[in-house]
T-cell receptor, first 113, second 113 residues
Framework: QKEVEQNSGPLSVPEGAIASLNCTYSDRGSQSFFWYRQYSGKSPELIMSIYSNGDKEDGRFTAQLNKASQYVSLLIRDSQPSDSATYLCAVNSGWDSSYKLIFGSGTRLLVRP | ETGVTQTPRHLVMGMTNKKSLKCEQHLGHNAMYWYKQSAKKPLELMFVYSLEERVENNSVPSRFSPECPNSSHLFLHLHTLQPEDSALYLC????????????FGSGTQLSVL
């Protein structure tokens, strides 16, 4: 069973701090990795994608990928109360199922003013 | 028009009712998806259509019946549902070959009494 694991949280950080969200996955053949943000009562929204080892930065967001450790993370710098949401990690399940993204259960982030 | 629209936003139905969920995408994508999101559980892929052909049926009970008349429209027909089917049903679309970047609709919150 291919799995994506996330700590459910809540992860509570003060405004202005760095929030670090982590995700591990079981399928070594995974090629594509995504972070989605979901506000309460809303649908998931893609915020980052990463395909190769290392860091990828986009504004206040940095995605980090380590395929050897099967680990992907999302850093949010200068956290704002508006960043409070559930963050979903999603992983492509490999070449044998190109349509299938496996989602984690999500980490709830709470940014305190 | 927003990218992916779903109707209705909320639906309450009895176990003997028949209802349908509708999804329309305005992004020019050629793949559409139905996902189920239950509380505290990962997003579950239900069905995938690519170029109007079903390419994935993720062991979903037959009381859920999808229909994709063209690349812009997707339906989920519901009949004789169970209370445990109460969940948020999300439609998504993507462009085949773009590493499964999904764009979600607002979802239908379904309650089965």
């Amino acid at each position: 069973q291919k799995e994506v694991e996330q700590n459910s949280g809540p992860l509570s950080v003060p405004e202005g701090a760095i929030a670090s969200l982590n995700c591990t996955y079981s399928d070594r053949g995974s090629q594509s990795f995504f972070w989605y943000r979901q506000y309460s009562g809303k649908s998931p929204e893609l915020i980052m994608s990463i395909y190769s080892n290392g860091d990828k930065e986009d504004g206040r967001f940095t995605a980090q990928l380590n395929k050897a450790s099967q680990y992907v993370s999302l850093l949010i710098r200068d956290s704002q109360p508006s960043d409070s949401a559930t963050y979903l990690c999603a992983v492509n399940s490999g070449w044998d199922s190109s349509y299938k993204l496996i989602f984690g259960s999500g980490t709830r982030l709470l940014v305190r003013p | 028009e927003t990218g992916v629209t779903q109707t209705p936003r909320h639906l309450v139905m009895g176990m003997t009712n028949k209802k349908s969920l509708k999804c329309e995408q305005h992004l020019g994508h050629n793949a559409m998806y139905w996902y189920k999101q239950s509380a505290k559980k990962p997003l579950e892929l239900m069905f995938v259509y690519s170029l109007e052909e079903r390419v994935e049926n993720n062991s979903v009970p037959s009381r859920f019946s999808p229909e994709c008349p063209n690349s812009s429209h997707l339906f989920l027909h519901l009949h004789t549902l169970q209370p445990e089917d109460s969940a948020l049903y999300l439609c998504a679309s993507s462009q085949e070959g773009t590493n499964e970047k999904l764009f979600f609709g607002s979802g239908t919150q379904l309650s089965v009494l």
